[in-house]
Nanobody
């Protein structure tokens, strides 16, 4: 599976962004799709994942971020609202066979897209 993430940028606190991740190469619906992020000097952390139509989130983004997938377009999205400076990170999409919050459980990764939230 090849993954191509896009949609990052520089925004002010309180703004919104939508990240997209286009997949190709294998049957998209076979995979759990996840979003992770990595801030400078920190480990990569789980943000959200979706298996079929069942999403789950890291606590700090619940109520602000929404993950969704369009199986017809082989694309997964991350709608991010009420962005905070602490959301600043490189965001990565990933595909795996099992539902997990652990990066090592995912088999394929996109190249990352930078989200910078200014205060």
């Amino acid at each position: 599976v090849q993954l191509q993430a896009s949609g990052g940028g520089l925004v002010q606190a309180g703004s919104s962004l939508r990240l997209s991740c286009a997949a190709s190469g294998r049957t998209f619906t076979n995979y759990v799709m996840g979003w992770f992020r990595q801030a400078p000097g920190k480990e990569r952390e789980f943000v959200a994942a979706i298996r079929w139509s069942s999403p789950y989130y890291e606590d700090s983004v619940k109520g602000r971020f929404t993950i969704s997938r369009d199986n017809a377009k082989n694309t997964v999205y991350l709608q991010m609202n009420s962005l905070k400076p602490e959301d600043t990170a490189v965001y990565y999409c990933a595909a795996g066979r099992i539902s997990s919050r652990v990066p090592a459980e995912y088999d394929y990764w996109g190249q990352g897209t930078l989200v910078t939230v200014s205060s």
